[in-house]
């Protein structure tokens, strides 16, 4: 049972990343989902989160309008497209499942699964 978190790298800012959060041992469709993230020097933060029901979403302030969140339950995997980076978007991005309902203040140990993360730089 576990989650893969994948498409980091580095990008220019202004460019766009699409990062890829795939389950394996368990159906990825039942599960809320969250995107964190964590920069060198700061706290975990939570970005974005989709629900298990009826795809209620939430996003923090200063991603918003930039970023979205989405899910492709066929291919048992979620996403976050990213558009319009900023060098303060540079950190290591963590997806978590779970299957109650949650807000951008739960960390991803309040999940029931959570990755490894991937790598975004946002750099010149």
């Known amino acids: 049972l576990q989650l893969v978190e994948s498409g980091g790298g580095l990008v220019q800012p202004g460019g766009s990343l699409r990062l890829s959060c795939e389950a394996s041992g368990f159906t990825l469709e039942y599960y809320s989902i969250g995107w964190f993230r964590e920069a060198p020097g700061k706290g975990r933060e939570g970005v974005s989160y989709i629900s298990n029901d009826d795809g209620t979403t939430y996003y923090k302030d200063s991603v918003e309008g930039r970023f979205t969140i989405s899910r492709d339950n066929a291919k048992n995997t979620a996403y976050l497209q990213m558009n319009s980076l900023k060098a303060e978007d540079t950190a290591v991005y963590y997806c978590?499942?779970?299957?109650?309902?949650?807000?951008?203040?739960?960390?991803?140990?309040?999940?029931?699964?959570w990755g490894r993360g991937t790598q975004v730089t946002v750099s010149s």
């Open positions: 978590a499942a779970g299957l109650g309902h949650y807000t951008l203040g739960d960390d991803l140990v309040d999940y029931n699964y």
